[in-house]
């Protein structure tokens, strides 16, 4: 059965908006193009990196396009990695590209990122090298387990 009426209750202000969190950040990208829109959170200040609304709509823009080569809109695309700056430009690109994201806890050893991976049907994985002695890429790589 197909959905085609919804409803709500509550607050009618503000008005909801018919976009996409893609369009949202083009918005912002033309409205304010040079507005720091993400910091890194680290301890040494000197060490951060920012990005302004132009430049993410860039990345996400790019990131979009590479996974739109591999991916069909409508396919799960696994993130197994800790709180990056670059999850933030993947999420935008996932989502420009028309993709699901799985998000898997970096903390999970093979034998769970397994499961998940079968659960969600996950047609790819995006992973950082290591997280807390974690090896994850040697695990993608190193097939510790029987991954999908």
Do not use: C, K
């Not at 709509?57 to 993130?79: M, N, S």
């Not at 999970?108 to 950082?128: C, P």
């Not at 090298?129 to 090896?135: D, M, Q, S, T, V």
């Amino acid at each position: 059965m197909m959905l085609t009426v919804s409803h709500t209750s509550g607050r009618a202000e503000p008005p909801l908006r018919d976009d996409t969190i893609g369009e949202l950040l083009a918005w912002a990208a033309e409205r304010a193009p040079d507005h720091v829109a993400l910091v890194t959170g680290t301890r040494d200040p000197s060490a951060s990196r920012q990005w302004t609304y132009a430049e993410l709509h860039a990345d996400a823009l790019r990131t979009a396009r590479a996974l739109a080569q591999r991916f069909a809109p409508g396919e799960r695309l696994a993130v197994w990695a800790r709180n990056i700056p670059e999850w933030v430009v993947l999420e935008f690109g996932a989502a420009m590209a028309g993709l699901v994201l799985v998000t898997v806890n970096p903390a999970f050893r093979a034998s769970e990122l397994e499961y998940v991976l079968n659960q969600s049907r996950a047609a790819g994985i995006v992973v950082i090298p290591e997280f807390r002695g974690n090896p994850m890429l040697a695990t993608v790589e190193g097939g510790d387990a029987e991954l999908p």
